[in-house]
C-alpha cells in the first residue's frame, strides 16, 4: 500500500550539520494535517531548535499497534515508522543518535511502542493522553533502557487516569484495558530499571525517576483537571534532548 507523511524542514536546516528527527504521531480519528494544524506546540519548537518534523498518516485514520486500533490488521505502522526514518535518513543531514517519537492519545500508543518494540532507531519518547496497555493486551520489552515523559489529564475520560477500560469516541470496539498514569509511570521506571523514589511534583505538576540504568529518566507531568492535553512541547524537547542514543 502506498502510505504519506509531512515532512517541516526548519529554515536554518543546511544539510551540512546532522540535526534530530522527530516523527509526531497523530489521535486516533485525526490525521497528519490535524497534527500539523494542532497546537502542540512542536512545529514552532522545529524552527527554533533547528530539527527536522514529521508528521505520519495512519492509515483509518489510525494506528495498529497490535491489539487494536485499525480495522486491517495487515497494516503495519512500527515498520511504515522504521521506513519513514531510512528514507529521509537518505534525503537530509539526519543525526542517527537523535531520533525520537512523541504523540498524542492514540498517537501516545504509537510513541510508546516504537520504544517497547524499536528502541534501536528511537533515542527517547515523549507522550500525550495516553498510557501503556495492559500486560496481558500486548507486551512492552525494549531492548534497552529509554527516556520517557508523558503529560496527562487527571480527569480524562477517553484514557481514564487511573487506569482500566479507555472510552475512544465513536470507536467503541477499539476500547481496551490501560495501566493508568501511574501505572504506565511506574511499568516504565520498571523497564529503565529506575531506583529509589520519584521527586516530588513540581509546579508544572511533573514527577521524575531521575536514577535509571543507561542514564535515562522516567517522568509523568499531571494537569489538574486536564482532559486529554497536549503537554508541554518545550518540556518535552528538554527532555528528549538530554537522551541521544547511548
Known amino acids: 500500500m502506498t502510505r504519506t507523511y509531512t515532512v517541516h524542514v526548519p529554515d536554518t536546516f543546511s544539510g551540512d550539520v546532522p540535526v534530530p528527527l522527530v516523527l509526531d504521531f497523530h489521535a486516533m480519528g485525526a490525521g497528519a494535517l490535524q497534527a500539523e494544524q494542532a497546537s502542540s506546540g512542536y512545529q514552532a519548537l522545529s524552527d527554533q531548535e533547528g530539527f527536522i518534523l514529521v508528521w505520519p498518516q495512519g492509515m483509518e485514520d489510525s494506528w495498529n499497534i497490535g491489539p487494536c486500533c485499525t480495522t486491517s490488521s495487515t497494516i503495519d505502522d512500527f515498520g511504515f515508522a522504521r521506513a519513514i526514518v531510512r528514507r529521509l535518513s537518505t534525503q537530509a543531514c539526519i543525526d542517527p543518535t537523535r531520533v525520537y517519537a512523541v504523540g498524542f492519545s492514540m498517537g501516545g500508543a504509537m510513541a510508546y511502542y516504537l520504544a517497547c518494540k524499536q528502541a534501536e532507531i528511537f533515542a527517547a519518547i515523549a507522550v500525550s493522553s495516553m498510557d501503556l496497555f ?70 508544572d505538576g511533573c514527577s521524575t525517576y531521575a536514577i535509571c540504568q543507561g542514564d535515562t529518566e522516567v517522568t509523568l507531568c499531571t494537569i489538574e483537571g486536564g482532559g486529554q492535553v497536549f503537554g508541554d512541547a518545550s518540556t518535552a524537547w528538554e527532555m528528549l534532548t538530554r537522551h541521544p542514543m547511548p
Open 134 to 203: 495492559a500486560d496481558a493486551t500486548v507486551a512492552c520489552e525494549p531492548s534497552r533502557p529509554v527516556a520517557e515523559i508523558s503529560f496527562r489529564g487527571n480527569a480524562d475520560t477517553v484514557v481514564p487516569y487511573d487506569g482500566g477500560t479507555s472510552s475512544p469516541p465513536g470507536h467503541p470496539e477499539f476500547a481496551n484495558e490501560l495501566l493508568g498514569a501511574v501505572g504506565t509511570f511506574e511499568k516504565w521506571a520498571s523497564l529503565d530499571g529506575c531506583t529509589g523514589t520519584p521527586t516530588a511534583e513540581d509546579a
